[in-house]
């Protein structure tokens, strides 16, 4: 019986959740940050699968977690942007000279039509808005906040929840929205909002690659946040591939 943690919070982890659920040879535990309610409430303790939600303190908390659960692999399906636990991952299961495995989502790559602004990061995407536009902010809530001090452009932030009040941004508007891949509904929504550009991160996935067929169809300036780096570990791209790397390991 090997024992797996699975770094989740990914539409890609919940299905390899399925996928290993009806499995007898393995226990897996799934980790989540527990970042929205509807990730806490989606949780299924089917099969093999059990779930714990919240940090577990910094890699060597991750160190200890993984020592008293006698876990024999890591798999690593978390959202490209989540960095922090990715880092840790790596210092954990390194220092414990444990198997770790990172499903790494494939970028975004602008076409010959987009009108994409690559920034490195959040701030750099803030300094190259242009004043007096209207942008959809489609970043999540966690970050949304700090485009606020643009008091000179407006905003329609989008994300799954609603920002907490006291981070709303006060020259915009909210709608909540979880995207599905569905271009005609992106497109009508830049075009009821008028919206002059589109702010995203780089993460990856076809449900969120609609709004950017969106933004190309209408000739919309796309600013694209690119990734945080990550570490150096062995990589897939997809699911099959990290299954049949675990099922031969
Ligand atoms: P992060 O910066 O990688 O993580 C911050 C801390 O949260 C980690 O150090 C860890 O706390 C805890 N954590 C994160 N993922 C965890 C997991 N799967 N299991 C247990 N603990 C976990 O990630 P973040 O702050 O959650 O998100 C950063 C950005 O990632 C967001 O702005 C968003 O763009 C994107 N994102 C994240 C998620 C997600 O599920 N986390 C989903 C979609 C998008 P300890 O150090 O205490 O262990």
Same mark, same amino acid.
């Given at each position: 019986?090997?024992?797996?943690? *699975? !770094?989740?919070?990914?539409?890609?982890?919940? @299905?390899?959740? &399925? =996928?290993?659920?009806?499995? +007898?040879?393995?226990?897996?535990?799934?980790?989540?940050?527990?970042?929205?309610?509807?990730?806490?409430?989606?949780?299924?303790?089917?099969?093999?699968?059990?779930?714990?939600?919240?940090?577990?303190?910094?890699?060597?908390?991750?160190?200890?977690?993984?020592?008293?659960?006698?876990?024999?692999?890591?798999?690593?399906?978390?959202?490209?942007?989540?960095?922090?636990?990715?880092?840790?991952?790596?210092?954990?299961?390194?220092?414990?000279?444990?198997? *770790? !495995?990172?499903?790494?989502?494939?970028?975004? @790559?602008?076409? &010959? =039509?987009?009108?994409?602004? +690559?920034?490195?990061?959040?701030?750099?995407?803030?300094?190259?808005?242009?004043?007096?536009?209207?942008?959809?902010?489609?970043?999540?809530?966690?970050?949304?906040?700090?485009?606020?001090?643009?008091?000179?452009?407006?905003?329609?932030?989008?994300?799954?929840?609603?920002?907490?009040?006291?981070?709303?941004?006060?020259?915009?508007?909210?709608?909540?929205?979880?995207?599905?891949?569905?271009?005609?509904?992106?497109?009508?929504?830049?075009?009821?909002?008028?919206?002059?550009?589109?702010?995203?991160?780089?993460?990856?996935?076809?449900?969120?690659?609609?709004?950017?067929?969106?933004?190309?169809?209408?000739?919309?300036?796309?600013?694209?946040?690119?990734?945080?780096?990550?570490?150096?570990?062995?990589?897939?791209?997809?699911?099959?591939?990290?299954?049949?790397?675990?099922?031969?390991?």
């Amino acid at each position: 019986m090997k024992r797996i943690l *699975l !770094l989740g919070g990914t539409t890609e982890a919940r @299905q390899l959740e &399925a =996928e290993l659920s009806s499995r +007898s040879d393995y226990e897996v535990i799934v980790s989540l940050a527990g970042r929205t309610k509807a990730t806490r409430n989606r949780i299924d303790n089917a099969g093999c699968i059990t779930h714990r939600i919240g940090g577990f303190g910094g890699a060597d908390g991750l160190c200890d977690f993984l020592r008293n659960n006698e876990i024999d692999v890591v798999l690593d399906v978390t959202h490209p942007f989540a960095d922090q636990i990715s880092w840790n991952a790596h210092k954990a299961a390194t220092s414990l000279n444990l198997p *770790l !495995l990172r499903l790494q989502r494939p970028i975004w @790559q602008p076409q &010959a =039509e987009d009108r994409w602004i +690559s920034s490195p990061d959040m701030a750099h995407a803030i300094n190259a808005l242009e004043t007096g536009k209207r942008y959809l902010l489609a970043i999540g809530r966690q970050e949304a906040h700090h485009f606020a001090t643009r008091t000179d452009c407006w905003f329609l932030s989008r994300s799954i929840e609603p920002l907490p009040q006291y981070q709303q941004i006060p020259n915009g508007e909210q709608i909540l929205y979880q995207p599905d891949g569905d271009v005609f509904t992106e497109r009508e929504i830049l075009a009821t909002h008028a919206i002059d550009g589109v702010i995203c991160k780089n993460s990856g996935g076809e449900s969120g690659f609609a709004k950017l067929k969106a933004a190309r169809d209408l000739g919309l300036i796309v600013h694209m946040i690119e990734r945080p780096s990550c570490p150096a570990c062995n990589q897939v791209n997809t699911i099959q591939d990290m299954l049949l790397w675990l099922y031969s390991s």
